[in-house]
């Protein structure tokens, strides 16, 4: 049954954060808030992990996971930067943002998109997101917590619990800032196009 942590999102209890940390160490699934909507999030080394959050979410092989960063440094280690994408970058960092990028040598390649050598990264603006992170001194690797035939997120931290109680390890109950899917840029391209409209706003 999955542990459920009630969490201030201004003021995250930093022992409940140590205790989702282990869990995700040890390769568990958390349900985690973030600036748009929950996310299912793991690590990047746990490839069951991954398999299972696939089959919760009922997609393929080649469905992305984005990688949670804590900050623009973070991206730079497991993404290709030039200066035009690090400046856009920083004016929309943290923010409810999904950017593709040419993946770096620190990513694995199963973790690449199917047909190219990119990414997607983000860095949220949440509090509990962003605490974690630190906590974790790593990225973690995340999908939208929709579930197989739900027309939307799932975004009630009780909610989840119900839904997936016996198929997660954790449940994260905190505010979350928006309800619906980030925006998602693809920085490749110069200049950079909008590849899915979400609840940040581009241009």
């Known amino acids: ?12 209890q930093a022992r409940l954060i140590q205790q989702a940390v282990q869990l995700l160490k040890q390769g568990g ?3 985690c808030p973030t600036d748009s909507s929950y996310a299912l999030v793991c690590l990047m080394e746990f490839k069951d992990a991954q398999t299972r959050i696939r089959r ?5 092989d080649d469905h992305p ?9 973070e ?3 497991y993404a290709k930067v030039n200066n035009s994408q690090f400046r856009l970058l920083k004016a929309l960092t943290p923010g409810a943002y999904t950017f593709l990028l040419e993946a770096s040598r620190e990513v694995p390649r199963r973790l690449h998109h199917p047909k190219r050598s990119t990414i997607g990264l983000r860095v949220p603006k949440h509090v509990v997101t962003q605490t974690l992170l630190d906590a974790l001194d790593c990225p973690m690797l995340s999908m939208t917590l929709q579930l197989p035939g739900d027309e939307a997120p799932l975004s009630v931290g009780w909610e989840i619990r119900e839904a997936l109680e016996h198929q997660i390890d954790a449940v994260i109950d ?3 800032v928006h309800v619906g899917p980030t925006t998602v840029l693809d920085l490749t391209e110069d200049p950079p196009s909008l590849v899915r409209a979400g609840v940040a706003p581009w241009p």
């Open 75 to 77: 991206i730079g280690t």
């Open 29 to 31: 699934i958390l349900a």
């Open 56 to 60: 919760l979410r009922g997609v393929d």
């Open 1 to 12: 049954m999955a542990q459920y942590f009630i969490i201030h999102a201004q003021n995250p």
């Open 65 to 73: 996971f984005t990688l949670i960063c804590r900050d623009l440094a």
């Open 174 to 176: 905190s505010d979350i």
